[in-house]
């Protein structure tokens, strides 16, 4: 470890252990503590997704399992507290409190991870870390935009996006997908680590964990009398995402790829978010099938594509599972959704892609003056005895 | 893939997107909202179990861990929708709506994944799907007549089966048996699919998430003020039968037997279904210590003699951990429930294993017809690269 | 088996079948109904924590893995209907009901395995179970003196301990290093089973488990309209935990341990318990920071140190992860929570030390006399066909 990051350490450290206020209460036994009450059963869920379901995902990644799974555990470890401390600056509008400041926390990680996801194998340690904060001012400040009414550019509430398919999915992917091509190297696509990553089943585990609290996410802030709806669009999304990435990997491939039934059975989540408190059942299913399907094409099809006419590496396929579903969900958001402003949902999906690749390029640069190596890393250059 | 699962993919994709009205929601504020969502939580637990705690105990299944896995994914992605669009017929009852539904799907999705318990590694995943159907359609009947008067049979509420005993555990473990019956050849015999699916530790762990959330499937429709008892009840029952099985594996193998305790721990949970919210503490761990040296029995005398009288082959030995357990639960409802009503009580049960044994041994028919293999399935038939 | 451990089980099954009476419910759709059930969540997340959690970091010692989850699995199924039984004979304070019971039972089931972990792979499965009903007798009287006046030593609520840094923590590490200091001879110093523990990326799975769930220990008997600001809390000292950890091994050892990451990661929601629900945000990430750094040092640093000089073989590091960090936050309260009763706070602390100390070190001479081996026991030695 050199000077430098143990100076970010320092300064780190410091900035975390000031400016953060306690948390206010309800009324004692008043039925709104009940319903905040509640609502941490889902901040739980959301979780048990960042840390159990993105470690199963990472826990068998070959020869770097366990820089991914302590690379998650820092990412999250950073990122929670990161995003409560920059939010109460005031710098991105106001600062929530209570369990909802825990879950829009939680949401920067989800982000950060998927984030992560796009350039898995080729960071050190404290270069997550320090992506992390990289990316959380980025993110903070396109939800603020889309989502808070930022700079006055969208009415707050009229942006479409429950879930986080834009907010979250699309953007993360995207803001990776910029880090991946700002820091690779010719020398990075001659190696596949997207071929090693994905050959256990460990990762179907991991993605069953996620698909599990998947409703939970989706739902998290969303009001006790649309929980019911909410989650059940949820769930009827990534079943008609799961049976489509079947029969789309069959079809696609002529046999079933692991891989693909690890990943795209999900993309109906990804996708559903924009809209899951806003549409009927049946319409649920429908774009989470269309999601799968499209994944699946993704994983199938344009991954191999890509690599070779773009040279970007995206390690864990990010794009296909959140990138194209995630814009896939804001897009029918326009269609669906009755009522919607369509010049403001097209203007967020716009900034979104805007900030999060420009961002993304950028804080690639940065990382790449930290240290870049062409070929990925193992555990064994920075864990003991291995 | 053959035209006519193509076919058949058609049409589920067809049906699957009509006729799902979305879901009607309280007032909003109401306690009684805020009772619903709370119930959404126990829903979430039970996908825990169906995903999850079922994942692990598929995960390392010998050379056939990743069709398991995907076999379990799909049948819960085919059953959930596919059990609120029949419901949604009027064929079977009134349509359920908000988290009742979910929980009653996830329960018929429960019940086939028992099933599939009896024929796991004998059917290609198209044909899991298949499987899923033909179950549902028996399963909803056996339920209707049982729960909700069907036909006039039973009075509603008079069959005493709050966490499903009888018509969860008994019917899929009974309608595995069928389908495994009439499956099965006399090559099949040879081979012993059962000896090496118990032999990782990775089913421990499964077992322990199915322990952790049984709570929560026995009082997932029951109202808040009766949670307190059910749940300590289940609670109870696990831990007799956890310790009894210990017990129960040390007499009568003079060594513990790791698949024993990965199964066995959980006859509690199956036979306290009929009475968890009926019974006191100390009933409900001795109904449970009763169903945990029982199914250690079951796995440790009764198994391996079936096998060979019977010619049946339950790969995963459901009929010892869901099928007799769960027949004891139903029955022992008429000895420790006070004011029960025998005669419905004992014609559900009877009702039941018709049903399940009639639909069972025709659903395997159907399904030798798509398709039979005397010896198991690999990955390496279906999977890529393996 | 011999003829005394079949004696002790069926005076267990008779102790077992008697004394527990159902507990009672609240009114019906009444808020407080509400609140229990809600409860009830947490409890299932701390059952998740000791089953789930442990089992992960269990799966794969060495040769010994299906041991460590029997033995967890019957250490939680003795403990949860041992501590109601126990309470019901009305020698410890009243007997609680409900889901609150359910919880006070978990905590002793919690403390029990952090004491396992000192003596991991040198008990017997049935000695696992004689020594819970060992440590039971123990813990509740400690609980009792220090949380419900027990002897009148301590006024009722004086003792600051919320979570359980001194009740939990320290308390089952203290009794499990009695326990292991006494059962230990000079041979067994010269095997290592600490070392081979570690290995294995499980260990980080599981203390992620562990991890997310643990705000749900915390705040399992906190009253709504304090969970909140409870759970942020544990969030905040595990986040200060996770990332002191990270710089801690770098540190102390150049390179990263993935011991150290799977253990001290954890140490901030250990030493927070005592103040979970008393301290601002800030507070909370710097207690857990400390206690990472404190408990990375002990791993790093103290861990071959003491066992050269005590010879104190400590398998899992218990010492290190509960004992120096639940004592620190037991302190700690003395410090940040303003108008505590520093001498009721002080004497609790003492009286933890003094009754784990020794009634663990005359545990462990009773467990001797039923049996020792200088060397550890492997699975086969107990399982059938390892």
């Known amino acids: 470890m050199n000077q430098g990051s143990m100076l970010s350490v320092a300064l780190l450290c410091l900035v975390l252990f000031t400016g953060l206020a306690p948390t206010p209460s309800l009324a004692v036994g008043s039925l709104d503590a009940v319903i905040e009450a509640q ?5 739980i869920h959301i979780m048990a997704m960042l840390l159990i379901g993105f470690g199963f995902l990472m826990v068998f990644v070959r020869g770097y399992g366990l820089s991914a799974l302590t690379a998650t555990y820092m990412m999250v470890a950073v990122s929670l507290p990161g995003y409560l401390l920059i939010k109460s600056f005031g710098w991105f509008g106001h600062a929530p409190t209570g369990i909802e400041a825990m879950i829009l926390a939680e949401f920067s990680a989800a982000s ?24 959380l001012s980025a993110y903070m400040l396109n939800e603020w935009i889309l989502l808070e009414g930022g700079w006055g ?19 993360g992917a995207l803001f990776g997908l910029g880090v991946a091509v700002s820091m690779t190297t010719r020398k990075d696509r001659d190696i596949s680590p997207a071929a090693e990553y994905t050959s256990d089943r460990f990762s179907l585990l ?4 996620l698909w599990v609290f998947w409703p939970s996410f989706c739902a998290a802030l969303v009001a006790p009398e649309m929980i019911p709806a909410t989650v059940m669009n949820v769930v009827a999304a990534l079943c008609g995402s799961t049976i489509l990435t079947y ?19 999900l993309a109906g989540g990804v996708a559903i978010g ?15 099938a269309v999601a799968g399907f499209v994944s699946t094409f993704g994983f199938a099809v344009l991954q191999g594509k890509m690599e070779k006419l773009h040279r970007i590496v995206d390690t864990c396929g990010v794009s296909n599972l959140h990138g194209i579903p995630g ?11 009755s009522g919607i402003d369509k010049g403001a949902q097209l203007l967020g999906i716009g900034i979104t892609v805007a900030i999060a690749v420009v961002a993304g390029l950028a804080s690639g640069k940065l990382l790449s003056l930290t240290g870049h190596r062409s070929d990925s890393y193992e555990d064994s250059e920075e864990f003991a005895g291995e």
């Open 39 to 43: 609502m941490y059963n889902r901040a």
């Open 327 to 337: 814009l896939l969900g804001g897009f029918a958001a326009l269609i669906v959704v």
């Open 153 to 171: 550019l969208i009415a707050t509430g009229a942006f479409v996006d429950t879930g986080g398919s834009i907010v979250i999915h699309a953007f």
């Open 274 to 288: 924009s809209t899951c408190d806003k549409v009927s059942l049946p319409v649920a299913l429908a774009i989470g």
């Open 112 to 135: 950060l991870l998927i984030c992560a996801g796009a350039v898995l194998g080729r960071l050190k340690i404290w270069q997550y870390m320090l992506m992390a904060v990289l990316f």
């Open 247 to 265: 029969f789309g990997t069959l079809l696609l491939r002529r046999e079933i790829d692991a891989a693909d039934i690890a990943n795209a059975t």
């Open 206 to 209: 991991g993605s069953m964990v």
